[in-house]
């Protein structure tokens, strides 16, 4: 019986997307090129009945003046329903808001999905507590996001 609940533990540890969590960082690792992750990225959310404000290739703006750093694209997107709840806590949100999420190629080559602890991002205002309720919807939607891009 152990065997198997080492089997059942290996194997769930296989299939779900690499953590990492740094600074109020939170970052998925996905095996899928930073194009492919991004359009991934963008199908989950607009999926998800959010909205894409914008795709902004950093990679690409690098490379118009001569610099390389490698693959990079930032999604910025939101759903009313869930960020307007912080604004009407503290309007400042709204320089946090709407949501976003780096897709980048490290320098070891691997590619990750990066985004913003809102606890950390927004739970310093005044008005928002980091453990605020306000923010589990956001914090859900982007892990639930990443991870189903990652896949």
Do not use: C, Q
Request: charge should be negative; avoid cysteine.
């Amino acid at each position: 019986m152990h065997y198997m609940k080492t089997i059942i533990a290996t194997a769930a540890v296989a299939v779900t997307p690499m953590l990492a969590w740094a600074d109020g960082i939170v970052k998925v690792e996905t095996e899928k090129t930073v194009s492919g992750a991004t359009d991934a990225l963008i199908s989950a959310i607009e999926g998800a009945g959010a909205k894409v404000f914008a795709r902004v290739d950093h990679g690409a703006g690098a490379k118009s003046i001569g610099a390389d750093i490698g693959a990079s694209e930032l999604v910025i997107f939101g759903n009313p329903k869930v960020g307007t709840p912080a604004m009407e806590a503290n309007r400042l949100a709204g320089l946090h808001l709407p949501l976003k999420v780096l897709v980048y190629e490290d320098d070891a080559g691997k590619i990750w999905f990066a985004y913003e602890n809102p606890a950390e991002s927004l739970g310093s205002l005044e008005s928002i507590e980091p453990d605020a309720s306000l923010l589990d919807p956001m914090a859900t939607a982007l892990k639930n996001l990443t991870a189903k891009a990652a896949m």
